[in-house]
Antibody
C-alpha cells in the first residue's frame, strides 16, 4: 500500500533552517510528483510547492521563492523540503502529498511534521 | 491569485444532509477536489474531479460543480463525518498553482 512517512517534530530558532523528509513506499517513486503543503496552527492548508520525482523539476509558491528548496533522492524514494530563514509565522505542520498521475490533486498524504519556530 | 471561499461552519443533525459550498470565479470551468481533515490527522481525499470518489469513500459523499459554486454533499450524516473540509483546484494562471479553499468545519449535532 502507498505510504508517505515523514521525519519527526522539530523546534528551530528564528533565522535557522529546517529540512523535512518524506519517504515513499508502495509505488514507483519516479512516476509521481510530490507537493508540500503546510498548515499553521488553527489555520487552513497552504500549498508550498511541487517537485517531479521523475526529473526533479520544481515549482514553488511565489511567497516562498528564495527560501524553499525541494529535492528528491530516487535511490531511497525520499523527497525533501528545506525552508531557510525561518520566522515565527513558519510555525506549522508540514505535509508531503503525492500528486495523482491523472489530475492535479493529492491522493496520498504523509502524516505531517510539526515545525515550531521559537526563540 | 485565485480565491476559493467556503462557509466557516456547517451544522447538521445525524441522518440529515450537509452541503458545503466552495465559491470561485468561474469555478465550473475547473476540476474541484475535496478533502476531509480530522483533528491531528492529514487530509484525506473524498471527492476528485468534481464528483468522483476514491475507492473506500462512502457513496454518501458526492460533489457537483457549476457556474461560480462547487458543492460537496454528505448524505445521511454520521458522527464520524465531523471534520474540516477543504476544496481545492489547480490553476496554471494563478500563484500558487494549487489553491485550497478557506475550509469548513462540519459539526454533527
Amino acid at each position: 500500500q502507498v505510504q508517505l512517512v515523514q521525519s519527526g517534530t522539530g523546534v528551530k530558532k528564528p533565522g535557522a533552517s529546517v529540512k523535512v523528509s518524506c519517504k515513499a513506499s508502495g509505488y514507483t517513486f519516479t512516476n509521481y510528483g510530490i507537493s508540500w503543503v503546510r498548515q499553521a496552527p488553527g489555520q487552513g492548508l497552504e500549498w508550498m510547492g511541487w517537485i517531479s520525482a521523475y526529473n526533479a523539476n520544481t515549482n514553488y509558491a511565489q511567497k516562498l521563492q528564495g527560501r524553499v528548496t525541494m529535492t528528491t533522492d530516487t535511490s531511497t524514494s525520499t523527497a525533501y523540503m528545506e525552508l531557510r530563514s525561518l520566522r515565527s509565522d513558519d510555525t506549522a505542520v508540514y505535509f508531503c502529498a503525492r500528486e495523482d498521475s491523472s489530475g492535479y490533486y493529492f491522493d496520498y498524504w504523509g502524516q505531517g511534521t510539526l515545525v515550531t519556530v521559537s526563540s | 491569485s485565485y480565491v476559493l471561499t467556503q462557509p466557516p461552519s456547517v451544522s447538521v443533525a445525524p441522518g440529515q444532509t450537509a452541503r458545503i459550498t466552495c465559491g470561485g470565479n468561474n469555478i465550473g470551468t475547473k476540476s474541484v477536489h475535496w478533502y476531509q481533515q480530522k483533528p491531528g490527522q492529514a487530509p484525506v481525499l473524498v471527492v476528485y474531479d468534481d464528483s468522483d470518489r476514491p475507492s473506500g469513500i462512502p457513496e454518501r459523499f458526492s460533489g457537483s460543480n457549476s457556474g461560480n459554486t462547487a458543492t460537496l454533499t454528505i448524505s445521511r450524516v454520521e458522527a464520524g463525518d465531523e471534520a474540516d473540509y477543504y476544496c481545492q483546484v489547480w490553476d496554471s494562471s494563478s500563484d500558487p498553482f494549487y489553491v485550497f479553499g478557506t475550509g469548513t468545519k462540519v459539526t454533527v449535532l
